[in-house]
């Protein structure tokens, strides 16, 4: 009986055995291949936001005012003076001051008023007194009116006394109106613009010889002024606060004097709207400015609600307070609010679109005469009413490898721009740009601080640190500590797992039980079939 052969086809198993063969090499070489790398990669240090400085409060609303700050701007500014005139004029963006007394005139008794026209805008002042002007005057009132496309001066006070001359600016022109009705003359008066009738709407204000001011209504458009007789009407004011409030939709008249001689001061807050008044002091509450004349500000668009800042309100003080209106139609003070040294009484302030915030021209410096506050001297100082400056910066991480950079960045918003940027590394190095990096040389910890500075003296900080260590030598980054082995033991083991492998495959093809191959193509052996087992051979014949 021939025998079965059993044959396994050898190229089928010479590849299994290859392949497992492989894997065990590549197993092997992948865990210990970087300790002979030349050029072994570092772990980085963290690149998450360190220190991260940010405004509180809801994103999409503007930074918080922060107060006047003092402006510098480049060449020549007006000289100094009280009681201007200024105004934004639409048709040519830029700001206008006019006139005014040289000092301080009490009540506008001024020896020698100023007769210059000065521009400011993007952050200059520039002398434009053309020959034909106004004469000399201060006191008066001067607004814009876009409907008829110039600005309007009235009154003021001059060397002949108060006046009720008309004039118009345009194109950096002067000119004079002569309408055959006029105001009286006035001085102290308030003028605003009012766009729901296109016309410019003057109140109060003082007549000469008379001892208290005037409760006359005044409407001006297309150079002819009405008196508008309305029973119901604001009591006659001094330098009563006046603009146009958009968020609210009316004229908004705030506080003045009400006589020369024994003032009363009041805190009434009235509207226009368009073609009667209306006394909105009951509800504006109880938290209501103080009595005050010659406050000045204007309405904010960035913000939509007019501010009103400082005034004076006698022998008692001068303010230095800031209110802003809502469209609720309430006052509201706003508190932390960082002011000039001296104060701004007297003065004059307007928005100055152009440049994005509340401009005010002049300053006085307070003393006390008896416990009265009293005007020492005048300057001729620009203010800005700003932001506060938001700053955002960090760095890359708080740790790093010599010889490695740490990235560092800020962004700013809010304040006067553009900004300066002053980042110490705490060894001994300085940068002057709002992002880069810095390489530190040595190990070490280090304090990294910025200081931020706008155009009119905000600032703002940042403060972190760095700790700088010595990179971890080549293979530090192996698991389980192998990168502590001397190179050679590790070429070792690898040897040695590569070889376990393939023993482990020879033991396994060679286990009891299991098949070898054989040469294929050989003949099957033939055997002649015996006894089965355990029988007795049978005996010879």
Same mark, same amino acid.
């Given at each position: 009986m021939a025998l079965r052969s059993r044959a396994v086809p050898w190229s089928a198993d010479r590849a299994k055995r290859r392949a497992s063969i492989t894997l065990a090499i590549l197993v092997g070489f992948a865990l210990l291949a970087p300790a002979f790398h030349p050029f072994v990669a570092v772990p980085r240090h963290s690149t998450a936001s360190a220190g991260t400085v940010r405004s509180s409060g809801n994103a999409t609303l503007p930074p918080p005012l922060s107060g006047w700050w003092r402006l510098s701007p480049p060449g020549a500014s007006p000289p100094n003076r009280t009681d201007t005139e200024m105004t934004y004029v639409s048709e040519g963006g830029y700001v206008v001051l006019f006139g005014g007394c040289p000092g301080y005139g009490f009540l506008g008794q001024c020896a020698r008023p100023l007769g210059d026209t000065w521009e400011y805008g993007n952050g200059f002042w520039s002398n434009i007194t053309p020959t034909v002007s106004p004469s000399p005057r201060s006191s008066a009132v001067f607004a814009d009116d876009p409907a008829d496309g110039y600005s309007v001066l009235f009154g003021g006070i001059g060397p002949n006394g108060t006046t009720n001359q008309t004039w118009t600016f345009a194109n950096g022109t002067w000119t004079q109106l002569h309408p055959a009705v006029s105001p009286p003359p006035l001085a102290f008066a308030a003028m605003a613009y009012d766009p729901n009738s296109s016309e410019l709407v003057l109140v109060g204000g003082l007549t000469p010889g008379s001892l208290s001011a005037?409760?006359?209504t005044w409407l001006f458009?297309?150079?002819?002024w009405t008196n508008d007789s309305l029973s119901v009407r604001p009591p006659g004011w001094v330098s009563p606060f006046l603009g146009y409030d958009p968020a609210t939709g009316h004229l908004l008249l705030f506080g003045g004097v009400s006589a020369v001689f024994f003032p009363s001061y009041t805190q009434q807050t009235w509207a226009f709207l368009g073609d009667h008044w209306a006394n909105l002091t009951a509800a504006g509450g109880s938290g209501q400015p103080g009595s005050r004349a010659w406050a000045l500000g204007g309405y904010d668009p960035v913000r939509r609600e007019t501010l009103m800042y $400082?005034?004076? +309100?006698g022998g008692a003080s001068i303010l230095g307070d800031l209110w802003s209106y809502s469209d609720r139609g309430s006052w509201s003070q706003l508190s932390g609010i960082h002011g000039p040294p001296g104060g701004l009484y007297q003065t004059t302030a307007t928005w100055d679109a152009r440049d994005g915030y509340l401009v005010d021209f002049g300053e006085e410096s307070l003393g006390s005469f008896y416990g009265i506050p009293t005007i020492s001297h005048v300057f001729n100082h620009t203010w800005a009413l700003l932001p506060g400056l938001t700053?955002?910066?960090?760095l890359t991480g708080t740790s790093a490898h010599v010889?490695?950079?740490? $990235?560092?960045? +800020?962004?700013?918003?809010?304040?006067?721009?553009p900004y300066q940027y002053n980042w110490t590394f705490g060894d001994g190095t300085n940068q002057s740009t709002s992002n880069g990096t810095h390489l530190y040389p040595l190990t070490g910890s280090y304090n990294v601080t910025l200081v931020v500075t706008d155009s009119a003296g905000q600032q703002a900080s940042f403060a972190s640190h760095v700790n700088v260590s010595l990179a971890p030598p080549p293979g530090s980054n192996l698991p389980f500590g192998l990168g502590a082995i001397p190179p050679i033991v590790l070429l070792g083991v690898a040897g040695a797992i590569a070889a376990g492998a393939v023993a482990a495959v020879v033991l396994v093809r060679r286990r009891p039980g299991g098949s070898r191959s054989e040469p294929v193509g050989e003949a099957p052996l033939s055997v002649p079939p015996g006894p089965p087992e355990g029988t007795p051979p049978e005996p010879p014949p």
């Open positions: 005037s409760s006359d458009h297309a150079g002819v $400082g005034g004076g +309100a700053l955002a910066a960090g010889s490695e950079t740490v $990235g560092f960045s +800020a962004n700013c918003s809010g304040g006067l721009p």
